[in-house]
């Protein structure tokens, strides 16, 4: 009989699997569940719900866009400066040799 319902708990997971519509509730949930904070998972969720509604992403894409933009940005002054540095010195040795 116990052999039975686990059987029938597995095989309802598997076919009932697509019925959730969003999981956007499971962040907050573990939120609540944790914590116990209804006020941090409230705004857990909107904010994510409002990401959501004005970029069309979910906020963990979102988040790393945003980083990996930063970070193309921030590659590129790296490598400007460097650049600007090395010409510097090549005409310092330049104007010392003559």
């Not at 059987?7 to 939120?31: D, E, H, K, R, Y």
């Not at 894409?61 to 010195?89: G, P, Q, T, Y």
């Amino acid at each position: 009989m116990r052999f039975l319902k686990i059987l029938l708990m597995f095989s309802s997971l598997i076919f009932l699997n697509g019925c959730l519509q969003s999981t956007a509730l499971l962040g907050p949930g573990v939120t609540i569940a944790t914590t116990g904070n209804v006020v941090q998972a409230g705004f857990q969720y909107g904010l994510n719900k409002k990401i959501k509604n004005e970029t069309g992403k979910d906020a963990i894409i979102f988040v790393k866009e945003v980083v990996e933009k930063d970070h193309k940005k921030r590659a590129f002054k790296r490598d400007f400066k460097k650049m600007v540095e090395n010409r510097v010195l090549n005409a310092r040795q330049k104007m010392s040799i003559n």
